[in-house]
């Protein structure tokens, strides 16, 4: 396969993933304990979590500034790692404590549906695989690197 078109392969993972997670950490967050907000706390209780307000706004800040970074291909791999180690730590707290936890009743629709082992299982090995291709094309990263490399070729 042909170097450029091994780089254009991580953009439509950085676009799916990137606007995925954006949306789920925003739902999180706006309106403020809103939804979204009461959804991830009723996660995070079921399955034994400290039910601390922070956590619910960590994982939405997390989810959403992450989603972003990833859209934008900056610092992908950091960013693919941390939603990747999310989704696992709940697949395997999920696991251990018996099943991931349904929504809240009445909040079954999308978006406010909270991920089964299925979506996360898809979602955390798409992650590493960007986590492993790096962010490809039409990224930030890409340029960062671009620019470092012609920096340095004039240095020597």
């Known amino acids: ?3 450029n078109r091994t780089r254009w392969m991580s953009v439509p993972l950085r ?3 990137g606007f ?10 706006i309106p403020p304990e809103g939804p979204g907000y009461q959804n991830i706390m009723h996660e995070l209780t ?7 307000g922070l956590m619910g706004w960590m994982v939405g800040i997390i989810e959403f500034s992450g989603g972003l970074a990833i859209v934008i291909g900056l610092f992908t791999r950091l960013f693919s790692a941390m939603n990747a180690l999310q989704l696992i730590g709940l697949i395997v707290i999920g696991l251990i404590r018996g099943g991931i936890p349904e ?4 909040l079954q629709f999308f978006p ?3 991920p089964g082992y299925h979506l996360s299982l898809i979602s ?4 590493l695989a960007l986590l492993i291709a790096g962010p490809g094309a ?10 470092r490399s012609k920096a340095s070729s004039y240095r020597s």
């Open 46 to 52: 079921t399955l034994g979590l400290p039910p601390l």
């Open 124 to 127: 955390a090995a798409a992650l």
């Open 103 to 106: 929504a809240l009743p009445g």
């Open 15 to 17: 676009l799916g993933l």
């Open 112 to 114: 406010y549906q909270l």
């Open 138 to 147: 039409l990224s930030v990263d890409e340029f960062l690197a671009a620019r």
């Open 1 to 3: 396969m042909s170097s």
């Open 20 to 29: 995925s997670f954006m949306a789920a950490g925003l739902l999180k967050l």
